[in-house]
């Protein structure tokens, strides 16, 4: 099982740094504190280079369930770093064919990602944006009524990048200052669950 480990979002702050702390955890399952239980390395793609990093692990002793501590910059099962996918999400968003993505995300003149990865990442991304949304919409239309301002912005019109601008402040409860370009996706996470990552 994975949790999820809210840390510095630099991969080379994080392989410096990760053994250097104590990092308190308790069990998902009963509250009960956790022990530490080896741990293994793990690739992870950026933009310039392949890392391998090592991911912490942990056992609770009542449940007798083993936890790894996974860095909240990669997803599981994923190779690749959330900023690389992030960043190709905006970029089809702004139009940007994606066939011309692999020239985009190359390293001395190879590419990184393959067209193919690219087109299930957007279907996957898509998918994700979407059903995001649809819940962020029934919470804002459950949690607000019309004298609190939210219906009229509606019947104004906003486009979608307004829509989901103000819905993803309202998700952070921050008033126009969201998460910086390349940790969106890392942040989402950390208050998403498991199955529903990006």
């Known amino acids: 099982m994975i949790i999820l480990l809210e840390c510095a979002y630099s991969i080379k702050k994080y392989i410096r740094n990760i053994y250097r702390y104590e990092i308190e955890v308790v069990c998902p399952c009963c509250g009960d504190r956790m022990r530490k239980h080896t741990g293994y390395k793990r690739n992870v793609i950026c933009k310039t280079k392949v890392y391998e990093i090592p991911v912490l692990r942990r056992r609770c002793r009542h449940c007798k369930k083993v936890y790894a501590l996974l860095p909240s910059f990669i997803i599981p099962y994923e190779r690749f770093a959330n900023h690389i996918r992030e960043y190709m999400g905006l970029w089809v968003r702004e139009g940007v064919p994606i066939a011309h993505l692999p020239v985009r995300l ?22 994700k944006v979407h059903n995001w949304m649809h819940r962020q919409r029934a919470i804002v239309a459950a949690r607000y009524e019309e004298g609190e301002g939210l219906l009229p912005l509606y019947r104004e019109g906003m486009n979608s990048k307004q829509e989901q601008r103000l819905l993803l402040s309202l998700f952070f409860n921050q008033a126009g200052n969201l998460p910086r370009m390349g940790t969106l996706f890392s942040k989402l996470n950390l208050r998403l669950p498991y199955l529903e990552m990006w």
């Open 106 to 127: 190359t390293t001395e003149n190879v590419s990184i990602v393959s067209l193919r990865t690219l087109y299930r990442w957007q279907a996957k991304i898509k998918a």
